[in-house]
DNA sequence: CGCCTTGTTGCAATGCGTTGCAGTAGCATC
DNA sequence: GATGCTACTGCAACGCATTGCAACAAGGCG
């Protein structure tokens, strides 16, 4: 249950797993995890180092994106690729899930663990490739845009 | 048929369809399709570039990634994101399809397009929301690396 | 054939993300 | 509290991809 405590025990936990692993507990990795704690959803890597450079203006990009490195081995974030490719990450994961991505409108969606297990589970009998559910993002037309028709979405797909 | 055509007619018939849509037909969409002609399957953006300049050095980057865009629109090509979001582009494709791209070996497969459809029918009637499957790639692991066990992948993903 | 419109090119700058390396600082140990 | 090992940080350089802009040239037209 240590994942579901929350405040000041959350960072002793983590701090703990660090040293478990042979890794340490430093400022940097302290502010990219509160500036996690302060975050929902999902959040681009981009983002996520503004909020840092606004807590501690000296914040270097590189440390930011080895210490989410570090913080997804520990299973604390996950991260996608959205359409275009640029980095998403998700924070809190309660559970293996994959993500539908809108290209016209942005509109983000998330496909539950058991429907997307679902989804590949021919993939996994034809090929016996398994798929990696955390890192799985769909891109297309969510169900207004696609009413709204074809245009938008061709437009999109030059500009991406 | 004329998708089917090959050779130099090839060549006239983009001409023409670049014509039709006000574009214009210049030697660097010529240098871009014949490097085209003579690939198949998928090929990185860089790899592209560098077979570009090794017919014409004086090669420049972004005049490549626009003229493949521009093929793109016209249907030539199909581009992907890699499990590292780097730009796959798919050669002639025949029909919309999928791709599974294993994370340990970096083995690359199709699934075609009546299996990526019946996959993805699932999100269309749950979400009403509309996948493109061009430009689908599943990341994961494939049968053989499956096998291999899970330590290759562990790696693979701190290093991505 | 030469002119003119405007799509295209090349270049330089920018953004996102990664990597190599030398110096710094956790933290375990005594 | 001092010491030593080594993980981590910051920096600078790099790679991939995109964008703004001024100069250029494709090709339609007289």
Redesign the interface.
Known sequence: MSAARAGADRHADVRARLRGRGSRWTPQRRLVLEVLESAEGHVSATELLERCRRRAPATVASTVYRTL?VL??LGLVRHT?D?????EFHVRPTAAHGH?H??ACGAR?E?GAA?AA???E??EQ???????LT??T??????QC?DRGAQALTRT??VQ
Chains 1, 2 share one sequence.
């Open positions: 490195d997804e081995e690729h359409p275009s490719g640029r980095i539908l809108c290209q969606t496909i429907e679902r989804l590949l021919g993939l034809a090929h016996g490739f398994h798929a990696d890192h799985l769909i891109a297309g037309r969510c169900a696609r797909l030059q």
